[in-house]
Nanobody, 125 residues
Framework: VQLQASGGGLVQAGDSRRLSCEASGRAFISYTVAWFRQAPDKAREFVSAIKYGVGTTYYGDFVKGRFTISRDNDKKMVWLQMNNLQPEDTAVYYC???????????????????WGQGTQVTVSS
């Protein structure tokens, strides 16, 4: 599967932004799709994931109810709605996917074999 992330940009603190991840390829419904982010001089960290099939969602601890992940399997799309953005959310956001990923691994980047190119989100104070 190939992934393309979009929707990043420059926003002010408190604003909202929706990121999109468009997939191509077959059997998208069988893929867990996740968002990771990487801020300058920091390691990449898990943001959110949505499981294949039933669509169970997972979030990083820092999200605290501000972000919502969703998917449309027919459109092969995953979205990350981000509300109340703060300067510390500034990062490059990547979508990633892998097939039938076990629940234990949803937050671990090395288990995702397919990655999009990243989209920059910059939040000004």
């Amino acid at each position: 599967v190939q992934l393309q992330a979009s929707g990043g940009g420059l926003v002010q603190a408190g604003d909202s932004r929706r990121l999109s991840c468009e997939a191509s390829g077959r059997a998208f419904i069988s893929y867990t799709v996740a968002w990771f982010r990487q801020a300058p001089d920091k390691a990449r960290e898990f943001v959110s994931a949505i499981k294949y099939g039933v669509g169970t969602t997972y979030y990083g601890d820092f999200v605290k109810g501000r972000f919502t992940i969703s998917r449309d399997n027919d459109k092969k799309m995953v979205w990350l709605q981000m509300n109340n953005l703060q300067p510390e959310d500034t990062a490059v956001y990547y979508c990633a996917a892998d097939s039938c990923l076990h629940d234990h691994y949803y937050g671990t980047e090395r288990y995702y074999n397919f990655w999009g190119q990243g989209t920059q989100v910059t939040v000004s104070s």
